[in-house]
């Protein structure tokens, strides 16, 4: 078992920054891929970002790539995501979530979820 705990969410205007946290703990964290992802009321969960453990491969949904960064500490068992240029369109539950293999973009290939962390952009 993997826990995973979400912080850093909060209101920001539009064009600010967030820094997203993920805490885990259990299982070996450096043994994981992890990913972001995101659900705005009444859409679906989408892909935000993900990364292997080793963090040598990144991937990224186009509607993020060049303003959020995923990296992550295995020392600290913790997953960052740096949100920049914020929009009101990533208003959003963000949540971390954490599988054994590649870092793949479905989130039903994840196994373990945090109970996610609440952005709001105001415009």
């Known amino acids: 078992q993997v826990q995973l705990v979400e912080s850093g969410g909060g209101l920001v205007q539009a064009g600010g920054s967030l820094r997203l946290s993920c805490a885990a703990s259990g299982r070996t964290f450096s043994n994981y891929a992890m990913g972001w992802f995101r659900q705005a009321p009444g859409e679906e969960r989408d892909f935000v970002a993900s990364i292997t453990w080793t963090g040598g491969n990144i991937y990224y949904a186009d509607s993020v790539k060049g303003r959020f960064t995923i990296s992550r500490d295995n020392a600290k068992n913790t997953m960052y995501l740096q949100i920049n240029s914020l929009k009101p369109e990533d208003t959003a539950i963000y949540y971390c979530?954490?599988?054994?293999?590649?870092?793949?973009?479905?989130?039903?290939?994840?196994?373990?979820w945090g109970q996610g962390t609440q952005v709001t952009v105001s415009s």
């Open positions: 979530a954490a599988r054994l293999g590649l870092a793949v973009q479905e989130p039903r290939r994840y196994a373990y």
